[in-house]
């Protein structure tokens, strides 16, 4: 890393790229464009669904308004129904950074998908962690059958630690890690130390947003609101009518399953619309519990944030 670091600096003046993530909700976009525009930067998304294409409302993507105020990159990369691992997104944020620094560009990237910040705060490398895809094929068939109780509960049981950190609604990834650790004989914890051995490609400095609980549910509510107003049902109804593949991991997205029982006529659209929020809600505390257990993390008070600079820690 020590040569990395050294041509961020050499190039951009600074000595490491800021992440400002946190949970859903929680101003990360507004305060990325600030710390952009203070360091003549370029907004990098770290958002594992900001990458699909056509799905904007219900993933908050940032607005065309926004985007005029500073470029985004690393947003719609993928159709939805194209498959997208942490590898993937570490190859397109690794590319995208060496052409921003090689234009004395800094990037600066903002999200909430925690699997993705780690992988790029610790260097993970995805190289040498290969999935038996038969043996993943085996638990998609039994999840066809009978469900995902018994495969979450066999996950919980080899890799207590990972369970704790998936829902159980997250079928893609439970069999995915499932098959993982199986194929490996390890846990994800294992696994992972195995593939950062190098550390990390560039030096990155965390910083989180941190709101009272009350107040951040009061944002996620109000912002379900908004989407709606925005148009959001429309949009899940084109994800739905795509009938696309049940693993597709786009249709597991938050913010566009809770409507599928709507549209097939299963429950009302304020029913959909209380899960979606209660869905958000469940989700905001659980980004909350994994940016929580990063090292070195900087974390930043709601009542600061207009007032905060990531400057003097770069």
Known sequence: MEENAQQLFALTGYRSIPVICGPTASA??????RVARELDGQICCCDSMQIYKHLSIGTA?????ECALVPHHLIDLVEPDTSFHVASYLDAAYTKIEELLDSHILPVFCGGTGQYVSALQKGISFDEAPVDHELEEKYWEKY???????IFEKLRVIDPK????IHPNNTKRVIHTLALCESLGKTTEEIHKDSNKEGPRYPFTLFCIDWPRDELYQRINLRVDQMMNDGLLEEAKWLYDQKY?????ALQAIGYKEFFPYFDNRCTLEESISLLKQHTR???K??????RHLDGIHWISFEHIKDYSVKSFL
């Open 28 to 33: 990360k976009t507004s305060l990325a464009i």
């Open 162 to 165: 990972a369970a704790e950190k």
């Open 282 to 284: 469940n989700y905001a």
């Open 144 to 150: 066809r059958k009978d469900g995902i109780d018994d």
């Open 286 to 291: 659980r980004q909350l519990t994994w940016f």
């Open 61 to 65: 993507k940032p607005t065309r308004e």
């Open 245 to 249: 593949e049940k693993n597709v991991t």
